[in-house]
């Protein structure tokens, strides 16, 4: 039975919630096995947009990071150079993620080829609305990283969402040397901007890890077989 990798990082937020705002709902995740106030260097897997892999959505929203990742432009792993360069692999990614979403095995195949000691990955979902222009809401997309482990250790379930055309946001952390989802910050944001919605998820995350830098990709070190990729069990 196919399911969906990002269902898992909800199932892990456990109790670290946050209010945001009367627009919006904010929710955390640390592992107890990450020292969220140590520097961290963090390598971008990419972004999931709207039930799949997007390199044009991660060259959108890295100028809105330069608060946690530095001013220089961070390289993501999914990139316009990854699916021009080597379209097998990007390809493969790509089919696995809008099966099964951005699971645990999926990063932990890719990991080895990141230069930071953690992998960052963002799962966007929906779009703002004005206040004042109603239109019928988008079904909801195919969600994005978890992994087996998080889904067997807790029984926590999503709520339903309480506006389901609302914008929402994902930034998590994932340890190659954990080979787990160690960190995750959640927006669900019914306001009228995406750039409000960002600068809400940025300031929490600032506030819980305030020492992050970027680091690249080195695949030439560390090649990823798009066949192994394809070949990766079903969640």
Known sequence: MRGHGLGVVWLAFLGAGACAGEDADL???????????????????????DGRMSA??????SPKLTS???????PAAFSTDLVTGDGALASAIDDYSKNYGLT??????????????????????GAVRSRHHDTDPQPRPAPGPGGSRMRRTTSYSRPPATNPSAFEVTASLFSPKDHANVAA????????????????????WRELFPSTSCESWDFEAHPVDADAVRALPEP
């Open 68 to 74: 946690i990742l530095g001013p220089e432009p961070c």
């Open 185 to 204: 910050v959640n927006l669900r944001y019914a306001g009228p901007s995406e750039d409000a919605a960002m600068a809400k998820l940025l300031a929490k």
């Open 104 to 125: 645990e095995p999926l990063l932990d195949r890719i990991a080895p080829a990141a230069k930071g000691d953690l992998v960052l990955v963002f799962i966007v979902a």
């Open 56 to 61: 044009r959505a991660w060259d959108e929203l």
């Open 27 to 49: 929710t955390t995740y640390l592992s107890p096995s990450l020292t969220a106030k140590a520097p961290h260097t963090l390598s971008v897997f990419g972004v999931f947009r």
